[in-house]
């Protein structure tokens, strides 16, 4: 019986990461700017797939549309995995992350996760994940610079997690935030050499981030 349910876990485990990744993997940036008629984002600013990006446009709508469609992907998938048990919330949370950052039908090459990441804390630890949302803003707002902005978020996410909920599921958290993080790594030489671009630039003045 044991055996049968630690079976039945990890099935609903590899299920559950598995939605999250398909999820995840839908390269909203993308599609947007180019049914907008803008082309392709990849060949825009930092090359990168999320709302930052797309903001180089010069578009602030199809930025905010971009925001809340890979933040909701990820928050869609734990509500969804949700009715299977908390294995599988936990299961799609990563997976939906995953599935952003490495999307197959991009040759791996995603975005940076921090929408999707948001996305995913205010659907599964919601006090949390409102905490990493005000971080990113606070900063922001003093710094404009979207990627020490993402840092920061993801730094205080898994604290937060800890504090208002349980060590238990900020190892999780903790996992997905040091992912995103090290997506950013070429950010962080920037911000450190001073070079890093703020909020807002457009295509022709953006510099990878």
Same mark, same amino acid.
């Given at each position: 019986?044991? #055996? +049968?349910? $630690?079976? #039945? +876990? ?5 299920i559950s990461i598995t939605l !999250?990744?398909?999820? !995840?993997?839908? /390269? ?12 392709d984002i990849r060949d825009i ?30 928050? $869609? ?22 599935? #952003? ?22 659907? +599964?630890? /919601? ?9 990113w803003a606070i900063t922001a ?8 902005? $993402? ?5 205080? $996410? /898994? ?24 997506? #950013? ?11 890093? /671009? ?12």
């Amino acid at each position: 019986m044991d #055996h +049968f349910i $630690a079976q #039945h +876990f990890t099935y609903i485990a590899l299920i559950s990461i598995t939605l !999250g990744y398909l999820l !995840g993997s839908i /390269p909203f940036g993308l599609v947007i700017t180019r049914l907008a008629g803008l082309g392709d984002i990849r060949d825009i600013g930092s090359g990168n797939i999320g709302a930052t990006n797309v903001l180089r446009t010069g578009r602030k709508d199809l930025a905010l549309a971009t925001l809340i469609l890979d933040s909701g992907k990820g928050a $869609a998938a734990v509500l969804i995995a949700s009715h299977w048990g908390l294995q599988a919330e936990m299961g799609a949370a990563l997976g939906s992350v995953l599935g #952003h950052l490495f999307p197959v039908w991009l040759k791996f090459k995603g975005g940076k996760g921090v929408a999707t990441t948001l996305g995913v804390l205010l659907a +599964f630890v /919601p006090l949390a994940g409102l905490t990493a949302c005000v971080t990113w803003a606070i900063t922001a707002a003093i710094t404009r610079i979207s990627s020490l902005s $993402a840092i920061m978020a993801m730094l205080i $996410a /898994p604290f937060a997690t800890a504090y208002l909920y349980t060590p238990k599921w900020s190892y999780l958290v903790a996992t997905i935030a040091i992912i995103v993080i090290y997506k #950013h790594k070429e950010n962080i030489k920037r911000i450190l050499q001073g070079t890093e /671009p703020k909020i807002g630039k457009k295509k022709k003045d953006a510099q990878p981030s």
